[in-house]
């Protein structure tokens, strides 16, 4: 007799079945098994969606923001471990542009200062981004999670890690869509960084896609990347739901 335990939201993403490996697929059929995780992005959380929905407060507004940066702060950081496990010069040109996006080439520049702005335009005072006061330990612990994913694991997995962001600009239109319609406390420079990732990302996606589909055709090969990319989105999920369950009203 199954219990009737059940968490009290909707703690966990909606999970689609696991693609059929009783064979390899093909590299079109691999980029549709990929995409097919789409229902498990944390997009769908409910966090999200009050976001998108126009009923997020700014005390939650801040309390995502400040705990995203830690987020934001790890990913150069495991784009350099997947680079010092990487063995393709060609792979890591290209993967080091990563880098570049996030820190930029001076300080004041980069996708992380556009985050901490995105922060202190939503009202939270720069020095309190930039010391992690408020970053939550259970967060700080998921984005170190991400780090020691791509250290430990072979660098193709690591890649395929990344590939959450087959998802990501949906999330991020929903914000450049959403914010002045329902925020407008909120100033428009406060949209730069999404704007930026709406760039970025399908760049970072074609790339890391096209990586794993050279390198993954085996089922055993192809069955890693799906479970870097559960991995990957169940850290995310995992990551909003801490914001979400400390700062509710
Ligand atoms: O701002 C984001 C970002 O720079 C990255 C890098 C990429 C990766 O390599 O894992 N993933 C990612 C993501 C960013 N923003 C998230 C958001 O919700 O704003 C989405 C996230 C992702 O989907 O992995």
């Known amino acids: 007799m199954p219990s009737a335990l059940r968490a009290s939201e909707l703690a966990t993403p909606p999970r689609a079945p696991l693609p059929d490996l009783s064979r390899p697929l093909t590299p079109d059929e691999l980029e549709a098994a990929l995409r097919s995780f789409h229902g498990s992005y944390y997009v769908e959380h409910p966090f999200h969606r009050q976001m998108y929905e126009g009923t997020l407060t700014r005390r939650q507004f801040q309390g995502w923001v400040a705990n995203r940066l830690a987020y934001q702060r790890v990913v150069p950081r495991k784009d350099g471990a ?132 050279r390198h993954c055709t085996t089922v055993e090969s192809q069955r890693m990347a799906f479970e870097a990319l559960q991995f990957k989105l169940e850290m995310l999920w995992s990551l909003i739901d801490v914001i979400h369950h400390a700062y509710r009203d």
């Open 82 to 213: 997947i680079l010092s496990n990487c063995p393709d010069p060609d792979v890591r040109r290209e993967w080091l542009q990563r880098i570049v996006d996030h820190d930029g080439t001076r300080p004041g520049e980069g996708g992380i200062e556009l985050w901490i702005r995105l922060g202190v335009a939503l009202g939270v005072p720069r020095e309190e981004m930039e010391d992690e006061r408020h970053v939550l330990p259970a967060v700080r612990t998921i984005c170190e999670s991400y780090v020691w994913f791509c250290k430990s694991k072979p660098w193709v997995q690591a890649c395929a890690s990344s590939l959450t962001e087959l998802f990501a600009p949906r999330i991020h239109q929903q914000r450049l869509e959403s914010f002045p319609r329902h925020y407008p406390w909120i100033p428009p420079e406060a949209m730069d960084y999404f704007k930026s990732r709406l760039v970025q990302a399908p760049r970072d996606v074609k790339h890391g896609l096209a990586i794993v589909q």
